[in-house]
C-alpha cells in the first residue's frame, strides 16, 4: 500500500487464491462508492513492485459520513414534528406498517409527550443551533406548558430517585434537552430531569440507517452480497469446534475459513477494541454459511460486520472503522517502518527512550492513541506526551537521567506536565528532585521495560515512582507468527 494506506491492518486467510484475484479482492475490500482504490505498477532495476493506491475521494469519505448523520439526524427530528402531534387514530394502517418511526411513537407514550415537549419549548433556532452540535439548553420548570409541567413531574416520581440514605430525592424543578455524540460521531438528544433522563431522538433507528448507508457504499460492482450458492454451503463435520467465547475471536474467522475451503479479507477492529466485535454465532454441523453469516451482520452498528463476495473471496469489514476513521488520527507508514527498524536495531530489543520522545514531539494525541491500537507502548507515551515533550531540551534530558536526577526548582514547568500528581503534593511529600530512568523487568518470563519516573527527597532517597511498563512488540509479534 501507499504511504497514505499502510497503516490499515488487514487479516487474511487463503486458500489456493491466484495473485491477481487476491489484488482484485483487496482493492474491494479497501473501496467505498466514490472512492476507489487502484493498484499502480512500477517497474525498476530491482523488479516490478504493485502498489494499492488510496484515492485522494477516500480521504474526504470520514466528514461526508458525518454530514450524511447529521443530515439524517436532522430529518428524523423534522418526521418526529411532523407526526408527534398527529392523533394515534389518523395515522393510516399503511403508513404504520411502513414507517417505523410511526411505531416508535405509539408504543412509547413517554416519547411521545416528551418529544411534543421538546418542540412546543423551544424555537425552530434553538432546536437546530442545539441538534446541529452538542450540548444542553437548561429551563426551570415554570418555562413549560401546564401539560409538559404535568409529563415532567409524572417522570420524576416513575424514576423514584433516592439519595444516599434512602430517602426520595426532592425534585429540583429543573429540565434540560441536550444532545451527546458518540466517538463515532452519532447522535442522541435526551431530556434530562434533574440529571436524569431518556434518548427521544437519535438512536437505534439512526444507527440501523447508518448502517444500512454505510454497507451500500461498500457494495461495489462485481461484488455481491448476499452469493446464494456459496452461503448454502454446509459446515462439515470436523473434531475441532469453535471456540466461542463473546465477543468474536480472530481463531473463529480462521476456523470459518478452513471449514468452508474458502480465502477470506477482513478489516477488522483491534484486538484491544473487540467490545466492537459481535459476539460469536455457532456454526452447527449440517447448517448453512448464511445462518453464520447473517449473525455477525443483524447485530447494532457499533458492534457488527459487513460482509459481501468479490470473485470466490469473502469479505469482512467493521463500519465502525469508517465511522471513526479521520486524516487526524492517521498514522504514517513511515513512522510505523522507523520505529520497527529502531526496535530491530535495539542492543537489547526495545524501543529506547529517544524513540519515544520522537514520536512524542512529531504525532497528534489522536495519532498515538491511534498507533496504540498496533504499538501498545503508545498508550503510555499519549499519556506522558506533555511531560517526554519537555525533554527536548539536550540539558533538561542529561539532568533529569542522570544518577542525581533534575532539581525542581531547574525546571518548575516541567512538575505541570506530569500526570497523576501535582506541585502541590510534591512539595507536601519534601520532594526536591526527579529522576528518569528505562529499567529491564520479566514478567510471566517475558521480558519488559520500564518508563520509571521517580520523585527523591534532598537526600537522593526514592519518595514514589510513576511510569508504565511497555515489551519488545515486533520482534514478539514476528515470533508468535512463526509459532502459529
Known amino acids: 500500500m501507499d504511504s497514505g494506506s499502510a497503516d490499515f491492518p488487514i487479516t487474511a486467510y487463503i486458500h489456493n487464491l491466484p495473485l491477481p484475484e487476491f489484488m482484485s479482492a483487496l482493492a474491494s475490500l479497501m473501496s467505498y462508492r466514490g472512492a476507489v482504490w487502484h493498484w ?7 523488479g516490478v513492485r504493485y502498489t494499492l493506491i488510496r484515492p485522494r475521494s477516500a480521504r474526504r469519505i470520514h466528514s461526508q459520513l458525518q454530514n450524511e ?3 439524517r439526524f436532522m430529518s428524523e427530528a423534522n418526521l418526529m414534528e411532523e407526526l408527534v402531534f398527529q392523533p394515534p387514530h389518523a395515522i393510516s394502517s399503511k403508513e404504520r406498517a411502513s414507517n417505523p418511526y410511526v411505531n416508535l411513537l405509539l408504543q412509547s407514550s413517554r ?20 441538534l446541529s452540535g452538542t450540548g444542553i439548553v437548561s429551563l426551570p420548570i415554570d418555562r413549560l406548558s401546564p401539560n409538559s409541567q404535568q409529563f415532567v413531574r409524572r417522570q420524576f416520581d416513575e424514576g423514584k430517585l433516592t439519595d444516599s440514605t434512602g430517602n426520595p430525592v426532592k425534585f429540583q424543578g429543573e429540565i434540560g434537552f441536550q444532545v451527546n455524540r458518540t466517538n463515532a460521531g452519532l447522535p442522541t438528544m435526551s431530556i434530562m430531569i434533574d440529571g436524569d433522563g431518556y434518548s427521544y431522538l437519535g438512536g437505534p433507528l439512526l444507527k440501523d440507517n447508518i448502517n444500512r448507508h454505510i454497507k451500500d457504499l461498500w457494495l461495489l460492482r462485481g461484488d455481491k452480497s448476499p452469493d446464494t450458492k456459496r452461503e448454502a454451503m454446509n459446515r462439515p463435520e470436523k473434531k475441532r469446534l469453535f471456540c466461542h467465547p ?5 481463531t473463529t474467522l480462521h476456523d470459518l475459513a478452513d471449514y468452508a475451503g474458502i480465502s477470506m479479507l477482513c478489516r477488522l477492529p483491534a484486538p484491544n477494541e473487540r467490545r466492537m466485535m459481535p459476539d460469536t454465532p455457532f456454526w452447527r454441523v449440517g447448517s448453512p454459511l448464511k445462518d453464520f453469516l447473517s449473525a455477525l451482520t443483524n447485530t447494532d452498528l457499533e458492534r ?27 498514522v504514517p507508514y ?19 527512550l529517544y524513540d519515544l520522545l520522537y514520536v512524542a514531539g512529531v504525532l497528534r494525541p489522536q495519532q498515538l492513541l491511534q498507533l496504540a491500537q498496533d504499538v501498545p507502548v503508545m498508550q503510555g507515551v499519549a499519556r506522558w506526551q506533555k511531560f517526554l515533550t519537555q525533554l527536548k531540551n539536550p540539558e533538561t534530558l542529561q539532568a533529569i537521567t542522570s544518577d542525581a536526577g533534575i532539581l525542581l526548582t531547574s525546571n518548575p514547568s516541567l512538575v505541570q506536565t506530569i500526570p497523576t500528581i501535582s506541585e502541590v503534593s510534591l512539595t507536601a511529600h519534601g520532594v526536591k528532585r526527579l529522576r528518569l530512568s528505562l529499567i529491564n523487568e520479566t514478567k510471566e518470563n517475558l521480558p519488559r521495560k520500564r518508563f520509571r519516573l521517580e520523585t527523591l527527597d534532598s537526600e537522593g532517597k526514592t519518595l ?10 515486533f520482534s514478539e509479534v514476528s515470533d508468535s507468527s512463526k509459532r502459529d
Do not use: C
Open 464 to 473: 514514589h515512582t510513576f511510569g508504565f511498563t511497555y515489551r519488545r512488540y
Open 246 to 250: 463473546s465477543p468474536l475471536p480472530y
Open 334 to 352: 513511515s513512522i510505523f517502518a522507523s520505529l520497527r527498524a529502531r526496535e530491530e536495531e535495539s542492543f537489547d530489543g526495545f524501543l529506547q
Open 304 to 330: 457488527t460486520l459487513h460482509y459481501k463476495w468479490h470473485n470466490g473471496v469473502l469479505l469482512m469489514s467493521s463500519p465502525h472503522l469508517l465511522l471513526e476513521e479521520t486524516e487526524e488520527a492517521r
Open 111 to 130: 416519547r411521545r409527550e416528551g418529544l411534543q415537549m421538546f418542540f412546543q419549548t423551544l424555537s425552530q433556532q434553538q432546536r437546530n443551533q442545539l
Open 40 to 46: 499502480e505498477k512500477k517497474e525498476d532495476t530491482r
Open 69 to 71: 448523520i447529521q443530515k
